[in-house]
């Protein structure tokens, strides 16, 4: 049936003019591995869309960061990938993936079960793709999906009240070190023109768990072998997050001391909009140069060149 479809979708490309056809990629042929690369594919956006119809923006980011972690993980073995499981894996597989798509449906907004609905459709694909002795090669993708419920659990566990606190503080800092006339008030961060309030969504705690979730990623995908370097690099993952996002609150101050709160498109955009994610980008690349600079201590010199003698 897979052979019918792409030999009819090759014909009608074969009806197109030439400058059309050039411009449309070949259709892979149906092998089990091109077939299960697509069916993974469809797993990974089925369940970023989920959380972006039901999850904030940040949470969003978080799951579109692990599935693309698997996808550095795995990228190595993607040339030799030849599936051939178990008939019951595959039955297995089969039923994991139906029962991840009808759970996903009813989902509507905070749901625990989301976050683990990655990881058991990456041991689906798992069994779909490898005999249980041989599901040791997907161990490192299967940890970047663990960390989505590992996140949710972190969001239940920790308390919020002394994060938000020290972000009031945070931030009130930074308005001191430019010279504003500042006051902090337990959550609040108060110009006299107005302030901000530090709520438990708005304390970075899903921003210094994104700088984290890239840490381990970086961990996975290009491994640092010191142990003093993975504590430094643990350690610098959530303080910048939490730098980071006291910039930000500290931005919103401003905003609001000068007229422009809550309901105003400069206070909304950095504070629930796409001006939020700047943050987090930045976060991202501060921590990258970081990872990079522990990561070439560990690297051999590079070779001299030869002086001008020994090149004649």
Not at 18 to 23: D, G, N, Q, V
Not at 108 to 135: C, N, Q, S, Y
Not at 211 to 226: K, Q, Y
Not at 231 to 240: R, S, T, V, W, Y
Request: hydrophobic content about 55%.
């Amino acid at each position: 049936m897979s052979n019918l479809v792409v030999r009819l979708a090759n014909r009608l490309l074969m009806k197109l003019p030439p400058s059309w056809r050039a411009a449309i990629p070949a259709i892979p042929p149906p092998t089990p591995r091109n077939l299960w690369l697509a069916l993974a594919a469809a797993v990974a956006i089925q369940n970023s869309a989920v959380f972006q119809s039901s999850q904030s923006e940040h949470t969003t980011v978080f799951a579109v960061l692990v599935w693309g972690g698997a996808v550095i993980c795995m990228e190595d073995q993607f040339e030799d990938l030849n599936p051939r499981p178990a008939a019951w894996g595959l039955i297995l597989g089969t039923l994991l993936l139906l029962w991840v798509l009808a759970r996903s449906a009813v989902i509507v907004h905070w749901d625990g079960l989301l976050f683990a609905l990655a990881p058991i459709g990456g041991l689906a694909l798992g069994l779909m793709a490898e005999k249980p002795a041989r599901l040791g090669r997907f161990r490192d993708p299967l940890l970047c999906l663990m960390l989505l419920p590992g996140f949710a659990l972190l969001m239940r566990v920790l308390p919020e009240a002394p994060l938000s606190l020290l972000t009031a503080r945070l931030s009130g800092i930074w308005l001191s070190i430019l010279g504003l006339d500042v006051v902090v008030n337990s959550r609040s961060v108060l110009l006299p023109g107005g302030g901000v309030q530090v709520l438990g969504p708005c304390n970075g705690l899903d921003l210094m768990a994104q700088i984290l979730c890239v840490g381990v990623i970086f961990l996975l995908a290009f491994p640092i072998r010191s142990w003093g370097s993975r504590c430094l690099m643990f350690l610098a993952a959530p303080l910048i997050g939490l730098i980071c996002n006291t910039l930000r609150i500290a931005l919103l101050a401003i905003f609001a001391g000068n007229g422009h709160s809550k309901g105003s498109w400069w206070f909304d955009f950095f504070h629930e909009s796409t001006g939020s994610l700047v943050f987090s980008g930045v976060a991202v690349l501060i921590f990258g140069m970081v990872y990079m600079r522990l990561l070439e201590r560990e690297l051999p010199p590079l070779p001299s060149p030869p002086s001008q003698g020994e090149a004649t």
